[in-house]
């Protein structure tokens, strides 16, 4: 008789870590929209501390102006290492859906950081979507 499990009694199954992902994680998303900042400022927001015990991977990001139109960039950051984790940018607005997510360690704490070159102050909207284990 073998130690390893019965495939075939229903004992046990095997799903793509996705779909265990679905099952076992917490979805987390942030949607919002940060204060007026002026043309060249650099916003700073801090989105979300990760609880001790968990791991955030970030899956989406998306950005917009509102009140304005100009190129635009985005940046997550991570306080814990001062690393920017990742980077969008666009003409009013851009987001991106990642193949592979990324993670952000227990006690981190999340920062959303935006710079525009419109002619006028603006407000950024924002989109962050994952999940956490």
């Not at 650099?42 to 990760?50: E, M, P, Q, R």
């Amino acid at each position: 008789m073998s130690d390893l499990p019965d495939f075939y009694a229903g004992g046990a199954d095997v799903i793509l870590r996705p779909e265990w992902a679905a099952i076992q994680a917490t979805d987390k998303n942030f949607a919002g929209f940060t204060t007026d900042y002026a043309a060249d400022a650099l916003s700073s927001d801090a989105l979300y501390v990760v609880p001790a015990g968990k791991t955030l991977y970030i899956c989406t990001f998306g950005l917009g102006l509102r009140l304005a139109a100009g190129p635009m960039f985005g940046f997550l950051v991570s306080l814990l290492t001062n690393q920017i984790i990742a980077v969008i940018g666009g003409y009013q607005g851009a987001s991106i859906s990642l193949s592979k997510p990324i993670a952000v360690v227990a006690g981190d704490t999340l920062y959303l950081r935006c710079v525009h070159y419109a002619a006028s102050n603006c407000r950024f909207y924002y989109a962050v979507g994952g999940y956490e284990l």
